[in-house]
């Protein structure tokens, strides 16, 4: 036992160097106390002394570095080992060595591996250049670094990152070691993210094969312009229908070109207007414009142009994108059935007409009629001049207004029509004036409340609410007359806030029956004897006011009769306010 511990002991390294430093401070201590009696050499080898002792303690010093260094490279060892995978081959490829990590990741056992070529982990899959560009290098004694596809014991193929390297002693080249990098998972979820990808793309061209179906089979033109890089887009459909080449560059000015040149400055008015008037915190602003178009072989079309302008951080417009709807065909039958409408709308205008001149004409004749009445009684000689002048002034202010009422209802019907500015109060005193007669005549009283205090000026169509004045306020005569009604009065006032102007007439004669009250301006609806009405007048009244003046007329009963509510709201464009 103990020469075995003596053998061990020899063979350390450093124990050897430990016992020979030992062995020198002992013989040279035995030196100075036993042979050396001259006072410089004991100093000399007293100083060797320490000197060997301070060597032997350095070298233990470093023998415990090194021990510390070697501990560490062992536990990176067996770490390296456990996590990376390392083989060793001779020159032919036939493995030679294979760590654990190798044996767990392919799982074979080590004894399956030694001896047996590499090929034994190849996978089909890799292709034959692969390795042929591998074998190049390393026989050029070069480092290969690759990823291959390889294939378990069980069949299942895993990824490697691989570096290879020359194995040389004495600058001979011995073999190769191999260096590999699990990367199955990293692999397998590229390949997820590839084929998801691929999925999408393939989900993207499908639709964007939908898409370029439905725009180029339709008969709307996709259009797109890039304000900032003046690029164009027609879609090829729509191309060709307006007569250029497939292949030919279009420019937005080249479709512009295309829009009568009459009619291209109404089309930039109009875009720029909705542009103008958009909010600014928006980033799409829509727009829908219609505009008649020439094409390049001479068809004449009308188009309807649906789009968005995109806006850039800066609020400004940097994108036009929209569609171009063909509507020629809505359009020519529009027209033909607006055609068909004014013929119609003849009809009733005839009607409103008869409905407006009954009273004129009832006024003259019961004004001749009183004066041939008062002449063959009195059986004058000699005619009131003054009293006849009267008369004519007062026939021709019927008339006129009768000349007056053909042109009202001549501009209902026409496009032509122009707003003017006037006087609320001077459309009362007139509606006032000109019924005012026969009311006298049935002795019903009519009123303008605080008249003097109408200063409000509206700005719209003047004849055409007098049309509606006068409308209503006979409706309400002839009710009072066919009911008898006693002390019948028609009451007319008018009432103003920040939102509203509203006019109310309002008379006694026990309101309009609640099972006809939702009826009474439909067109044609009437509760007189055909002689006296049509209905048309209270249905054209309410589409004035709705469809000229941007109003609501309504009636609501009330205390002792009805009440006829005109309400105009209060826009700039619709009416303005001044002091009289």
């Excluded at 074979?108 to 034994?120: A, D, K, R, V």
């Excluded at 004409?361 to 009183?370: K, Q, Y």
């Excluded at 000026?457 to 609410?465: D, H, I």
């Excluded at 004035?544 to 709201?569: Q, T, W």
């Amino acid at each position: 036992m103990k020469l075995n511990s003596f053998k061990s002991y020899l063979e350390d390294p450093y124990k050897r160097i430990e016992a020979t430093h030992f062995l020198v401070i002992a013989i040279l201590l035995a030196n100075i106390i036993f042979l050396t009696d001259n006072f410089f050499s004991i100093l000399l080898q007293s100083i060797l002394i320490v000197a060997v002792f301070l060597h032997n303690r350095d070298d233990m010093t470093l023998k415990h570095t090194l021990q510390d260094k070697e501990r560490e490279i062992c536990e990176d060892r067996d770490v390296f080992y456990k996590n990376i995978i390392v083989s060793e081959s001779d020159l032919q490829g036939n493995i030679t060595y294979a760590n654990e990590k190798f044996c767990e990741i392919s799982g074979y056992t080590e004894e399956e591996l030694i001896g047996s070529p590499h090929s034994i982990v190849r996978h089909p899959d890799t292709p034959k250049i692969f390795f042929e560009r591998m074998w190049k290098h390393l026989k050029a004694e070069e480092k290969f670094h690759g990823v291959i596809k390889n294939r378990k014991k069980d069949g299942t193929a895993y990824w490697v990152d691989v570096s290879i390297i020359p194995i040389k002693k004495k600058n001979r080249l011995m073999g190769y070691r191999a260096i590999r990098f699990d990367v199955t998972d990293q692999i397998l979820m590229e390949e997820q993210l590839q084929h998801e990808s691929n999925e999408k793309e393939m989900l993207i061209q499908r639709q964007s094969n939908r898409f370029n179906f439905a725009i180029n089979s339709s008969r709307d033109g996709f259009w797109d312009y890039d304000i900032e890089t003046k690029e164009f887009y027609l879609s090829s459909s729509w191309k060709e229908r307006l007569g250029f080449k497939n292949d030919e560059k279009v420019t937005y000015l080249d479709y512009l070109a295309l829009i009568p040149e009459k009619n291209r400055f109404e089309h930039h008015l109009q875009i720029h207007d909705i542009l103008e008037n958009s909010s600014t915190d928006v980033k799409y602003i829509h727009f829908n414009i219609k505009y008649p178009l020439v094409s390049k072989t001479g068809e004449q079309l009308f188009i309807e142009d649906v789009g968005d302008a995109l806006c850039n951080e800066h609020k400004e417009i940097v994108r036009l994108t929209g569609f171009h709807r063909d509507i020629t065909d809505q359009e020519r039958q529009r027209k033909i059935i607006e055609s068909q409408n004014r013929i119609s709308a003849m009809g009733e205008v005839m009607g409103n007409i008869a409905h407006q001149w009954r009273q004129p004409i009832g006024a003259i004749n019961n004004i001749l009629n009183d004066l041939e009445f008062d002449i063959e009684l009195e059986e004058l000689e000699v005619i009131d001049t003054q009293r006849v002048l009267e008369t004519t002034h007062k026939v021709k202010e019927y008339t006129a207004h009768l000349s007056q009422t053909i042109d009202d209802f001549r501009n209902l019907t026409s496009h032509k029509k122009e707003k003017s500015l006037f006087f609320v109060r001077d459309v009362l005193e007139e509606a006032f004036k000109i019924t005012n007669h026969e009311y006298k005549k049935y002795g019903i009283k009519i009123t303008i409340l605080e008249l003097e205090k109408c200063v409000c000026k509206l700005y719209g169509y003047q004849r055409e609410l007098l049309q509606v004045l006068l409308n209503i306020i006979n409706n309400a005569k002839d009710v009072l007359v066919e009911k008898e009604v006693q002390d019948s009065e028609v009451t007319i006032s008018m009432h103003k806030d920040d939102a509203m102007l509203s006019l109310c007439i309002h008379d006694n004669a026990g309101g309009v029956p609640e099972s006809i009250i939702e009826k009474i301006f439909d067109p044609y609806f009437t509760t007189k004897h055909e002689s006296i009405g049509t209905g048309i007048g209270l249905y054209m009244s309410k589409k004035i006011i709705d469809n000229d003046f941007k109003g609501h007329l309504e009636v609501i009963n009330e205390d002792d009769g009805a009440s006829f509510m005109i309400r105009l709201p209060r826009r700039e464009n619709i009416y303005r306010e001044e002091d009289a």
